[in-house]
């Protein structure tokens, strides 16, 4: 069979991940761990789900005697105990090359196992020492040596950066971790396989992919008081257009037909244009910081935007004092963008949305419910009683502090929280409320 192949690095000036597209996952992996890596002692992480399936066989089969342990499943959100299980096997097994085949937990899991491998921290006391903000300095950290090889079933985008997230169930905060070495060498996208991720999963990673682009798109590296060359700016416009159209358009379409392979590819180089806009230096905010937060409480990754991102749009929208009419500015300019692709300015439509009435926050609410996802705390289980810890442990997120509006304390994001809750939305007094 000829190789059909493309195989790119997809972001300027980086000389990986590595991207390959066009072949079968199975025949990718034998190709680049056999001619790209020579590696004979490979380690998998495979999801549950698929380790039940012919694909898994498929991908037995391709490793063959080079696989020397399988980890089956992490659970969501990551857990540092499973991190600190698979760390302990790596080192034991001295694996040369470390692959993934299934969603952004796996991703994130490999990426810090593989750090806390290469550093000897096998239990929580040492583990705690390699997140971001803690002791020591990054300086001293070292570097994974284990390649990683991912073949995601999802959209959440985790294959493209060096840094992950995991979870401290003592305290139930989700921490990240960040070193140039954890960020995967290669990225396997076989758009035939992701038709058997169940569909909601498949939207609601697409869904982080959005918000990756909305936040984005109206991010402070856009405000007038930024320095940010003119070029940089422009190029992460551009990045972060491409990908919410791709993605807005992809993602409708496998709503209406699962099966669709196109739709599927045109969502995975969705999510890769998110992440080229994300490379350039843009920051997330509110949305992003809530819900890595959020992902303790058992709400499922993506889920977190459906649920977020609105509330954190309307409230910006609202926050954003008389100086800082360029917050209304960006998000006019994504609306646009929304109504701009005529698929989906036909289903706003359907859901009762006018163009000139809407705002940004209503234009993704009514997209997230037309792909019959969450819009609401309640509806993914978080009530009240959660809304003091969730905004004490948010106000610890690295991103919290670069949303586009300030937010200064637990208060404000407890109004968010309460926007979000799937009652009557409303901004109180004492909450930065205009």
């Known amino acids: 069979m000829p190789d059909k192949e493309t195989y790119y690095t997809p972001f300027e000036g980086y000389s990986t991940p590595h991207i390959s597209l066009g072949l079968p996952f199975d025949q990718a992996i034998l190709k680049h761990a056999r001619d790209t890596y020579?590696?004979?002692?490979?380690?998998?992480?495979?999801?549950?789900?698929?380790?039940?399936?012919?694909?898994?066989?498929?991908?037995?089969?391709?490793?063959?005697?080079?696989?020397?342990?399988?980890r089956y499943g992490i659970k969501q959100h990551v857990p540092w105990t499973d991190v600190?299980?698979?760390?302990?096997?790596?080192?034991?097994?001295?694996?040369?090359?470390?692959v993934t085949l299934g969603a952004g937990s796996l991703t994130d899991g490999a990426k810090v196992a593989a750090l806390a491998a290469a550093n000897g921290a096998f239990d929580e006391d040492a583990l705690s020492r390699l997140h971001a903000g803690a002791e020591p300095a990054q300086e001293s950290v070292e570097a994974n040596r284990v390649p990683i090889v991912c073949i995601p079933t999802s959209l959440s985008g985790g294959e493209y950066t060096p840094?992950?997230?995991?979870?401290?169930?003592?305290?139930?905060?989700?921490c990240s971790f960040q070193h140039p070495s954890i960020g995967p060498d290669l990225v396997i996208l076989d758009p035939e396989l992701c038709t058997t991720t169940p569909v909601r999963v498949w939207l609601a990673s697409g869904m982080r992919s959005v918000d990756h682009c909305v936040e984005g798109l109206t991010s402070s590296f856009f405000s007038p008081k930024s320095r940010t060359p003119a070029d940089q700016r422009r190029e992460a416009e551009e990045a972060f257009l491409e990908g919410l159209r791709l993605l807005l358009q992809g993602l409708l379409t496998t709503k209406r037909?699962?099966?669709?392979?196109?739709?599927?590819?045109?969502?995975?180089?969705?999510?890769v244009a998110a992440m080229r806009g994300l490379k350039v230096g843009v920051a997330m905010g509110a949305s992003h910081a809530i819900g890595h937060q959020l992902g303790p409480l058992g709400v499922g990754h993506g889920e977190t935007s459906c649920v977020m991102l609105p509330s954190v749009l309307r409230w910006n929208a609202h926050g954003a004092q008389q100086e800082e009419s360029w917050v209304k500015e960006r998000q006019d300019l994504v609306r646009d963008a929304f109504w701009g692709d005529e698929s989906v300015a036909g289903a706003l439509r359907t859901r009762g949305l006018d163009k000139e009435m809407s705002s940004l926050g209503d234009v993704?609410?009514?997209?997230?419910?037309?792909?019959?996802?969450?819009?609401s705390l309640r509806e993914v289980g978080v009530g009240r009683d959660r809304f003091e810890?969730?905004?004490?442990?948010?106000?610890?997120?690295?991103?919290?502090?670069?949303?586009?509006?300030?937010?200064?304390?637990?208060?404000?994001?407890?109004?968010?929280?309460?926007?979000?809750?799937?009652?009557?939305?409303?901004?109180?007094?004492?909450?930065?409320?205009?």
């Open 38 to 70: 020579a590696a004979k002692r490979i380690y998998l992480i495979v999801s549950n789900s698929i380790s039940k399936t012919d694909n898994f066989a498929k991908l037995r089969a391709a490793l063959g005697a080079n696989l020397v342990g399988i």
């Open 163 to 174: 840094f992950g997230g995991a979870t401290d169930f003592r305290t139930h905060r989700k």
């Open 84 to 98: 600190l299980e698979i760390a302990k096997e790596l080192h034991s097994a001295r694996a040369d090359l470390l």
């Open 257 to 271: 037909d699962h099966a669709d392979v196109e739709a599927r590819k045109q969502s995975q180089l969705g999510a």
């Open 364 to 375: 993704v609410e009514a997209y997230v419910r037309e792909l019959g996802l969450p819009g």
């Open 389 to 434: 810890k969730l905004a004490d442990n948010s106000m610890e997120d690295a991103w919290i502090r670069t949303n586009p509006v300030p937010i200064e304390s637990p208060d404000v994001v407890a109004a968010i929280l309460n926007m979000a809750s799937g009652e009557k939305p409303h901004i109180s007094a004492g909450h930065n409320a205009p």
